[in-house]
C-alpha cells in the first residue's frame, strides 16, 4: 500500500517562472491537505481539498498560489511567478476523513528553490 | 490558523535519559496526532490518541490525551541516538477536518 507520492522532491526555479507540485494521496484517501514549512520552523496549513472541490484555503496566499484536486489523477500545488520568498519545502498530506477520528498522513515533501 | 503551543522548544539531553514534551489549545480537540520529522523527510505519524484521557504506547513512546481535551504529552523512554528529530504534535477539532500543528520540539540526543 504506496503512502502518499508527491513529485518533484526537488525543483528549482527562476524568479518569475511557474512551479507545479504534484501529490498523490493514499489508496483510499479522499483528502488532501498542502503544507509549507520554512527551515527550522513549523509546518503552516495552505489549503485542504476534497475531490473536485476546495474545502478550505484560508491559508493560501492570495495571489499567484491554486491548487486543485481533480476527479482523476493528483493533487497540483501551483505557484505562478515564483519569487525567492517561494522557496521552502511543500508537504502534502492525505487522510481517510471521517472528523475526529482521521490520522493524517505526510509525503516526503517539494524542495522548491527559487533562484 | 490556529498554532498549538508546543514546548519544549528543543532539548538536549544524555543517551539513556527519558523525555518530556506538551502541547496545549485554547480549543477542544477530538483527536491528537504526534509526528517525528527527520531532516529532509517528511512528519512521520507516531501515535494517534482519540479519548479524553487515553494513554497509547508505541515501543519506547507514550503518549495522552489529556483530560481537559487541550493538551496532549509525550514522553520518550531510554532514548537513543536515532531518536534525533524535531517532534510535533497534531490536533483536530470536532467542526471540519482541520488539522492544528504545534509548532516544534528539537531533540537532541548525546551519546
Known amino acids: 500500500n504506496a503512502g502518499v507520492m508527491q513529485n518533484p522532491r526537488h525543483l528549482v526555479r527562476r524568479r518569475g517562472q511557474e512551479a507545479r507540485l504534484r501529490c498523490s494521496p493514499m489508496k483510499g484517501h479522499s483528502h488532501v491537505y498542502w503544507y509549507r514549512q520554512l527551515p527550522e520552523e513549523g509546518l503552516k496549513f495552505m489549503v485542504y481539498?476534497?475531490?473536485?472541490?476546495?474545502?478550505?484555503e484560508s491559508g493560501m496566499p492570495k495571489e499567484r498560489f491554486s491548487a486543485e484536486f481533480p476527479k482523476e489523477g493528483p493533487s497540483i500545488l501551483r505557484i505562478q511567478q515564483v519569487v525567492r520568498g517561494d522557496s521552502a519545502a511543500y508537504f502534502c498530506a492525505s487522510s481517510p476523513s471521517v472528523i475526529g477520528s482521521g490520522e493524517l498522513f505526510f509525503g516526503e515533501g517539494s524542495r522548491l528553490t527559487v533562484l | 490558523g490556529q498554532q498549538l503551543n508546543q514546548s519544549p522548544q528543543s532539548m538536549f539531553i544524555q543517551e539513556g535519559e527519558d523525555v518530556s514534551m506538551n502541547c496545549t489549545s485554547s480549543s477542544i480537540f477530538n483527536t491528537w496526532l504526534w509526528y517525528k520529522q527527520e531532516p529532509g523527510e517528511g512528519p512521520v505519524l507516531l501515535i494517534a490518541?482519540?479519548?479524553?484521557?487515553e494513554l497509547t504506547s508505541n515501543g519506547r513512546l507514550t503518549a495522552q490525551f489529556g483530560i481537559t481535551r487541550k493538551d496532549s504529552f509525550l514522553n520518550i523512554s531510554a532514548s537513543i541516538p536515532s531518536d534525533v528529530g524535531i517532534y510535533f504534535c497534531?490536533?483536530?477539532?470536532?467542526?471540519?477536518?482541520?488539522?492544528?500543528f504545534g509548532t516544534g520540539t528539537s531533540l537532541t540526543v548525546i551519546p
Open positions: 481539498l476534497q475531490k473536485e472541490n476546495i474545502i478550505d
Open positions: 490518541l482519540y479519548k479524553a484521557g
Open positions: 497534531a490536533g483536530q477539532g470536532n467542526t471540519g477536518n482541520q488539522f492544528y
